[in-house]
C-alpha cells in the first residue's frame, strides 16, 4: 500500500501558475501508477492528467499543453505543473496511486484546494 500527501494549492490569478505536489510513501512506491484527479462542487471527479509506473503520460482535453505532470527520480513525489490557469481549473486536486493491472485498488491523497480568481 502506499500514502500520498499533497501540497502547493492555493489561490492564484487566471493566467497564472501552481505547481502541485504528491509525496508517496509505503511499498513498492516506484511500481505505482500516479495521477491527478480534481473535483468542483456539484461535479463529477475527473481525471487531468496520469503518469505510469515507465513514465508514460496522458493528460484530460482540457489541460492538455497547460499541465504537465512528472516524478522524481526515486518515483517518490509526483509533480502537477499547471499553467496558464483558468477560472474553471477551480477544484480540489486529488492524488492517486495504483498497480493497476496487478492490483485493483485506488489510494487517494487528502486533496487540495486550487481557486482561480481574479
Known amino acids: 500500500q502506499v500514502q500520498l500527501v499533497e501540497s502547493g494549492g492555493g489561490l492564484v490569478q487566471p493566467g497564472g501558475s501552481l505547481r502541485l505536489s504528491c509525496a508517496a510513501s509505503g511499498s513498492i512506491v516506484s511500481r505505482y501508477n500516479m495521477g491527478w484527479y480534481r473535483q468542483a462542487p456539484g461535479k463529477q471527479r475527473e481525471l487531468v492528467a496520469a503518469?505510469?509506473?515507465?513514465?508514460?503520460?496522458s493528460y484530460a482535453d482540457s489541460v492538455k499543453g497547460r499541465f504537465t505532470i512528472s516524478r522524481d527520480n526515486a518515483k517518490t513525489t509526483m509533480y502537477l505543473q499547471m499553467n496558464s490557469l483558468k477560472p474553471e481549473d477551480t477544484a480540489v486536486y486529488y492524488c492517486?496511486?495504483?498497480?493497476?493491472?496487478?492490483?485493483?485498488?485506488?489510494?487517494w491523497g487528502q486533496g487540495t484546494q486550487v481557486t482561480v480568481s481574479s
Open positions: 503518469i505510469n509506473s515507465g513514465g508514460g503520460t
Open positions: 492517486n496511486a495504483n498497480m493497476r493491472p496487478f492490483q485493483s485498488r485506488d489510494f
